[in-house]
């Protein structure tokens, strides 16, 4: 029987990054009280309107923003509702993401009176430079002590988030913040490349050429994927081994949220830019999704988008949230949902892309490359439209 992964959206920040191309920002905190009670309530529709969704829930996840700003009596009425509407699993993951010199004492207490048990760290990086550059307002040193104090609280699971390509990040101040990051003993990693689109300040900024958020300091692509090839490689050797493009995690501590997502597993997204993927009592697909804008939540909360999604679109998902993980994807499992026409259609896309030496296999198991990982975009897209391509009715 399946379970229920459950994530809230909390898009209150203290300052915004300028690398941040969330739906999230600095609001007043009197909003705060009317939001949770949103959430609240979509809670609840979504136990009456969605009766086949299943009850017990095995994985929480806080993301945001910044859900440790939470007052403690608005984070406890988040998890007294959950409970109230679902059966949560004595063994259930609980996340909650926190900014580092942003999780006040009585906000540590009220997550571990919450049940939570694994705490994400946007760090970011441990190079005080590079993290004033982008907004943090944080330093190493605040950020390894908060590091502490939640593992000193009996919170030992623990991860810490760096990105790849930061303004005056070098070679040598990457490896810096990788060393800090194993040191502070973390059981999980997650490494991201920066984007550049035009959802940030910052990548508008490398967009039209402008310098005020330190555009013209971003390392090339070139060195980002350098310095990406080589957290993988140092992460590895300190028993953080890779299992998905962007995530580390020594053996047992993977996230068991995440997973769901790219296992094509239910989990019911709230609040404000959260998107849920449902199986429901009939066997379809159901995809929700909500207003990126905040006054447009609260005023009329809820999910503004429904649709069914039909057998292309999770074939499609399958592959492409499937190959993002190292492990890659089951050629059976395929075959089983899907059946043995429609996993024929990608052949020819697969056997290109193993000649490229972007795909590899082994036995029934398609997984993507290390220089696949590097170009996963690229290869995704080749993954869209293989069905409306071929025969109609097909699938």
């Not at 191309?21 to 009280?33: K, T």
């Amino acid at each position: 029987m399946d379970t229920l992964g459950i994530y809230i959206s909390v898009p209150f920040c203290r300052s915004k990054c300028t690398y941040c191309n969330f739906a999230s920002g600095v609001f007043p905190s009197s909003y705060m009280g009317q939001y949770v009670e949103r959430v609240c309530e979509d809670l609840k529709e979504a136990v009456e309107q969605y009766s086949g969704i299943p009850r017990t829930v095995d994985t929480v996840y806080l993301g945001g923003g910044t859900p440790s700003l939470l007052p403690p009596d608005l984070l406890r009425s988040l998890f007294t509702t959950i409970r109230e509407h679902f059966l949560v699993a004595n063994n259930a993951e609980i996340t909650i993401e926190c900014a580092p010199g942003q999780l006040a004492g009585d906000a540590l207490d009220s997550m571990l009176e919450s049940g939570v048990n694994r705490v994400s760290f946007g760090v970011q990086s441990f190079i005080d430079q590079e993290a004033k550059a982008t907004g943090r307002l944080h330093t190493r040193a605040i950020a390894l002590g908060d590091i502490r104090r939640v593992q000193g609280a009996g919170i030992r699971r623990v991860n810490v988030d760096l990105i790849a390509g930061l303004p005056h990040q070098t070679p040598a101040s990457w490896n810096e913040s990788l060393a800090v990051l194993i040191d502070s003993g973390v059981d999980h990693a997650s490494i991201y490349m920066l984007e550049v689109d035009d959802a940030s300040r910052l990548g508008r900024e490398v967009l039209s050429g402008g310098a005020r958020y330190f555009a013209p300091a971003i390392p090339s692509d070139d060195a980002i994927a350098d310095m990406y090839a080589d957290a993988i490689d140092v992460l590895a050797a300190n028993g953080l081994a890779q299992y998905e493009i962007s995530n580390f995690a020594r053996s047992g501590e993977e996230s068991v949220h995440n997973m769901k997502y790219w296992l094509r597993k239910p989990y019911l997204g709230l609040g404000v830019d959260a998107h849920s993927m449902l199986r429901v009592e009939s066997g379809e697909v159901i995809r929700l999704e909500t207003t990126d804008d905040l006054n447009g939540y609260l005023e009329s909360p809820g999910w503004d988008g429904q649709r069914i999604s039909d057998l292309r679109e999770q074939l499609e998902e399958a592959w492409f949230l499937g190959l993002r993980m190292n492990a890659g994807v089951n050629l059976r499992d395929m075959e089983a949902e899907f059946g043995r026409e429609s996993l024929e259609l990608y052949k020819p896309i697969t056997n290109e892309l193993v000649a490229e030496e972007l795909l590899e296999t082994n036995h029934d198991q398609i997984a993507l490359t290390s220089r696949g990982r590097l170009l996963s975009n690229e290869v995704f897209v080749r993954f869209l439209d293989v069905v409306e391509a071929a025969e109609p009715a097909t699938v």
